[in-house]
Each structure stands twice: as C-alpha cells, then as structure tokens.
C-alpha cells in the first residue's frame, strides 16, 4: 500500500490535499522529520541507509522520513523511529531544532535523548542496513561530506549539536 502524505503550501501550511508517495508537484511540499538520537553521555546513532534505496543508498544518515497523512509532524519522528530501527522514543528526552525549507520538502528536525544499546536496534532491512554510533565531530562530517547537507542546514545542526555537548569538538563546516 502507497504512503499517503499532506501536501503543504510554501509556508509549511497543510493545504487539505494528499498525495501518493512521490515528488510533490510545483509549488507543493511534503513533510519530513530528522531525528538525531543520542544517548545520555554523547554517542549519535547513524544509520547506514540500504543499498536498494531510491535516494542516498548505502550512505551514513541518521534516521527520517517522509510525516503520513493526518500525522503531526512528531508522531511522524516517533513512527520512522520505531519503524527503521526499533526503538520506541515516547519516553525520550526531546527538543525540536527547527524547521528547514528544502526544494520539494520541509524537515522539522529533533534531537532525542534516550539510553539505549545497538543491541536494542531492530532495523528494517529495505530502509537501513547497519547501525552504529559515533562521536559529534563523526556525526557533522557525516552529515555535511557524505550526505551533502545544505550549509544553513548545517549550521543549524552545529548550534544543536553544540548546545546539547560541553565537551563538542568542532568542525569548519566552511570546508
């Protein structure tokens, strides 16, 4: 069955119509959600995303995806979590970043605090194939030099990253 997905207007405003899985047409958006997992002492997950994958394959990512119809833009988070890696982050430590306003998309982006293992990931084989934590320099190269964020994206998720460790080893994202 095709994921259906609210289209949005160009200010980040549901419009009342759907559409199948699929690029949104001219002047259309969808909405997307990124999570940034960590655990309590500083170790993000990164996902490595399956080789059958329309977009990005095999590249290191965190883990996201497209919000379903009649979904609030967290609900979305907490569904791709659960569904892409198995771990349920309802009782998570959460703070939303902010929203970024891509092409044919937007992304509302969440850091989320929770204890857990690799041991605990149960991944879903056509979306990610291998799991794994990293350090936050690891995870900012990740993001800027293998999945080419855009450079306001990233700056956004430096601040983050920066407000959420003391001990952030920063990186030139000018790079």
Known sequence: MAEIWDVYDENGERTGKTMKR???????YRLCVHVYLY???GRFLVQKRSNTKESHPGVWDIT???VLCGE???????RETLEEIGIDISDAKVRYIGRIKKRKSFADVYFVEKEFSISDCVLQKDEVDEVRFV?????LHLQMHDRLREPEYMEMIKKAVEEQADDF???DIDK
């Open 22 to 28: 699929g690029v949104p047409n001219a002047g259309e």
């Open 39 to 41: 655990t309590p002492d």
């Open 64 to 66: 996201g995806g497209a």
């Open 72 to 78: 609030e833009s967290f609900e979305g988070a907490k």
């Open 135 to 139: 350090d936050s320099a690891e995870l």
């Open 169 to 171: 080893a920063g990186i």
